[in-house]
C-alpha cells in the first residue's frame, strides 16, 4: 500500500494527518534533492554546513554546530569530510580555536547545490499556481505563528 495514500478531504482531517502530510511533503522535497546531491558526491547535511560556514565566517567549530543544531563531534565529522574534498580550509584562529571558510570549490558546490535544491522544489511545487502558494503560504505562516500556544499547555508529569 501507497504511503501517500488518497485521503478523502470531504471529511474533517485530523491534526496528525495534516502533520503526517506536512512531514511526507518534507521528506519528498529533502530525498529529491539529496537524491541529485549524491550524483555530486554531496548531501543535503554537507550543503546546510557549507551554507552556515559561509554564513558566519570565524565563527568557532562549537558556535557553528550550535547553529546546525550537532554536536561538537557530529560536527567535527562533518568538517572532516568537508575538508578531505577540498570543500574547506581550516585557519587558525584565537586561541587553540579554529575557524573555516569555504575554498572556492566549495563555493561553487554551495552555489550548484542551491540550484540543485531550487529546481527540485520548483518541479515538485509547480502542480500549485501563484495564488494556491500565497494560500499554502499563508497557512504554514498562521500554523507557525501558534506556537505561542504551546507556552500555556503544561507537559505531562513524567512517570518515573
Known amino acids: ?23 511526507a511533503v518534507q521528506h519528498l522535497c529533502r530525498h529529491g534533492i539529496d537524491e541529485r546531491l549524491g550524483l555530486f558526491g554531496m548531501s543535503t547535511v554537507q550543503c546546510q554546513a557549507l551554507q552556515v560556514i559561509s554564513g558566519n565566517p570565524g565563527l568557532s567549530q562549537r558556535r557553528l554546530a550550535r547553529l546546525m543544531g ?22 587558525r584562529g584565537r586561541g587553540r580555536a579554529a575557524t573555516h571558510e569555504l575554498t572556492a570549490h566549495g ?3 554551495l552555489q550548484e547545490a542551491k540550484e540543485i535544491g531550487h529546481e527540485v522544489l520548483a518541479l515538485l511545487f509547480l502542480p500549485l499556481n501563484g495564488e494556491e502558494r500565497q494560500s499554502l503560504c499563508a497557512l504554514l505562516h498562521k500554523v507557525l505563528n501558534a506556537r505561542w500556544r504551546l507556552r500555556f499547555l503544561p507537559l505531562p508529569e513524567s512517570p518515573w
Open 1 to 23: 500500500m501507497s504511503r501517500y495514500q488518497h485521503v478523502d478531504t470531504s471529511a474533517a482531517l485530523a491534526p496528525e494527518d495534516l502533520d503526517r502530510f506536512v512531514s
Open 107 to 109: 563555493r561553487i558546490m
Open 70 to 91: 550537532q554536536s561538537e563531534q557530529a560536527f567535527g565529522t562533518l568538517l572532516a569530510r568537508l575538508l578531505t574534498r577540498g570543500y574547506l580550509v581550516r585557519r
